[in-house]
């Protein structure tokens, strides 16, 4: 069974930094690119980043230049490093994954909340 | 990117009534890669459709999707209770994959 968890979120200041990880099990992970989506409160979910299979990556406008995804295989993990928070990043993070090529993301973990206020 | 918006924001239903949720596009939606998703508080989404039409493993043939191009539909045939929930459209066709707003199904 498809297990993802993620871990990592908390209160940090403007400005801070936070480092997401999402722990993977069930299947065999180095096959699959991994993603992170997030719903701020009361919004709907916003597709953040993906780390293909080779480690390239790919982000949302709102996030370039600020966060960094990537994937350690041999831990089954993948991180979400997040520098120059601010408060519009307040928001439940999720990693997923696809279920199968060209279909959309099938298996969510249950998300980690991060907040960014003084 | 391709915006999608959902309609209504929030729909009030019986258990056992039929709901219809709307969710169009910007711009065409490549190979209709739609996909429409359950959201409960504290949950992971659930995937209900993909492809517009098909429905994933284990979802109950009450759920079904349609549509093509920029207009597709989510159609719940008899609400039960475990039903009321937010729905949410997406679209992972066109780079950067995006969702709707979502649409509240709530106990009348």
């Known amino acids: 069974e498809v297990h993802l968890v993620e871990s990592g979120g908390g209160l940090v200041q403007p400005g801070g930094s936070l480092r997401l990880s999402c722990a993977a099990s069930?299947?065999?992970?180095?096959?699959?690119?991994m993603h992170w989506v997030r719903q701020a409160p009361g919004k709907g979910l916003v597709w953040v980043s993906r780390?293909?299979?080779?480690?390239?990556?790919a982000y949302a406008d709102s996030v370039k230049g600020r966060f960094t995804i990537s994937r350690d295989n041999a831990k089954n993990t993948i991180y979400l490093q997040m520098n120059s928070l601010r408060d519009e990043d307040t928001a439940v993070y999720y990693c997923?994954?696809?279920?199968?090529?060209?279909?959309?993301?099938?298996?969510w973990g249950q998300g980690t909340l991060v907040t960014v206020s003084s | 990117e391709i915006v999608l918006t959902q309609s209504p924001g929030t729909l009030s239903l019986s258990p056992g009534e039929r709901a219809t949720l709307s969710c169009r596009a910007s711009?065409?939606?490549?190979?209709?890669?739609l996909a429409w998703y359950q959201h409960k508080p504290g949950q992971a989404p659930r995937l209900l459709i993909y492809g517009a039409s098909s429905r994933a493993t284990g979802i109950p043939d009450r759920f079904s999707g349609s549509g093509s191009g920029t207009d597709f539909t989510l159609t719940i045939s008899r609400l039960e209770p475990a039903d009321f929930a937010v729905y949410h459209c997406?679209?992972?066709?066109?780079?950067?994959?995006?969702f709707g707003q979502g649409t509240k199904v709530e106990i009348k």
């Open positions: 711009q065409s939606v490549s190979s209709n890669s």
């Open positions: 069930g299947f065999m992970f180095s096959n699959y690119w």
């Open positions: 780390v293909d299979l080779e480690g390239s990556t």
């Open positions: 997406h679209q992972y066709g066109s780079s950067p994959w995006t």
């Open positions: 997923a994954r696809i279920v199968a090529v060209g279909t959309p993301l099938g298996y």
